[in-house]
């Protein structure tokens, strides 16, 4: 018999694989959306906000957060795993160009790692 810790867990676990899916799918269709011609693109970027806005209620009402760090500057203690961070010295100035997975934050702390692409800041 499955124990409730274990099914809130699993759930939990399937709420955070659908967000970060879902994350992943509204920025493609973002980028499509923003190929489209003004007067076009309005009513679709309407409906992805209301679709972002739906996926941040289910995740706040379970006590989840997605955090996007990109733009910022890169930290090695930063809760994400850089792909490229072997492209860089060691006194290289990082930023978080793109996130190509968000952070999930919960209650109790981190609930999973994002991923991200790093760039060099250029003085």
């Known amino acids: 018999m499955i124990q409730g810790t274990e099914v809130d867990n699993q759930l939990e676990q399937s709420l955070i694989d659908i967000a970060v899916e ?17 007067g076009e693109s309005g009513r679709y970027i309407n409906q992805l906000r209301y679709f972002q806005k739906k996926v941040e209620e289910s995740l706040d009402s379970n006590g989840l957060k ?31 160009d793109q996130m190509l997975e968000p952070i999930i934050m919960g209650s109790h702390g981190l609930r999973k790692e994002g991923t991200v692409m790093l760039r060099k800041v250029e003085a």
């Open 22 to 38: 879902s994350w992943r799918f509204s920025r493609l269709f973002g980028k499509v959306v923003s190929k489209l011609d003004a």
């Open 66 to 96: 997605l955090v996007n760090v990109e733009g910022q500057p890169y930290d090695a203690g930063m809760a994400a795993s850089a792909l490229n961070l072997g492209d860089f010295g060691p006194d290289d100035v990082l930023l978080v």
